[in-house]
Every structure is written in structure tokens, then in C-alpha cells.
């Protein structure tokens, strides 16, 4: 593993997915950041994997706004890393449908470990503020199902060459 490589495949996939959710921030939670977060995690590890994570969540946050739910969302996706590389440790194959229900249930996951920055304000705007952002959830969910087979199918020949040469 080089550092220039790791540092260039770390950012491009952070600009991919900012880019992502700048051109797709009018669809409500349907953009393809989680799903490539965890084909990232899938081919490339824990440690590339979570400065993806943090590297988009703070240049999003730079472009689309910035507050204490970032926090949350870089521990919900690091979470959704954690997961997946525990997950694909005991695979031996990686089937793709198993991997997008996987990330579609990441879509829940996400939106409650997010909705954790209200706890703040006491249990009850929590749960007022968690149940009213389930539909949310849902059509985060939605797009990961969708994204997560086109993505893998883009994405996995690319990262399967940088692997085998040994780059990352």
C-alpha cells in the first residue's frame, strides 16, 4: 500500500459521493454515498474506508451546511462500516443481493443513529422526531436497494484491478 494511492482513492471517492449529493440533494434522501461507502468498506477495508467516511461528511457538510448532526452522521456511517467489513470478514462470496439488502436496512440504521443529535432536547422530541422521519428513512432505503447493485456493478471491476496491483 502506497499513501499516494490510498490518498487519491480517498478522495476521489469522497468527491464522487459530494458530488452525488449536491446534484441529487432535491430527491430527499436518495443519493448513493452509503452504498459506496460500503462497497469501499467491501473491497478496500476498515481504514479506507472510514477516512471516506469522515472526508465526505465534513467537505459535505463545508458545501451543504454544517451542525451537531454531522457529528451523527459520520458515526452512523462509520457504524455502517464497522458492520460490513465485520460482515465481509465471514463472507466468502459476495453475492450482491444480500449486500443490497444489507445497505437498504443501512437506510433505517443511518436515519436512526442521526436522529440520536435530538436526544439532546429530551426523549420525547426524539421519538416525535425519529417516528416523523421513518418515511425518510424509507426512500433512503429505497435508493440504497437501487443504487447499491449499479454501483457494485461500476465500481467492483475498477477496485478489483487497483487491488490487484497491489495500489491500495
Known sequence: MTKSYNIALVGILSAVNVASRIVLQFLPNIKPVTSIIIITTIFFGLYIALQVVVTTTLLSALLLGIGPYVIFQIAAWALIVLVTFAINRHVKQRKVIP????????????????????LLYGWTFFLTYYIAGIPFDALHAIGNIVFFPICYLALSPVFKRVKDKKLV
Not at 99 to 116: A, N, P
Open 99 to 118: 449486500y443490497t439488502l444489507w445497505s437498504g436496512l443501512c437506510g433505517f440504521i443511518f436515519g436512526f443513529i442521526v436522529s440520536w443529535e435530538k
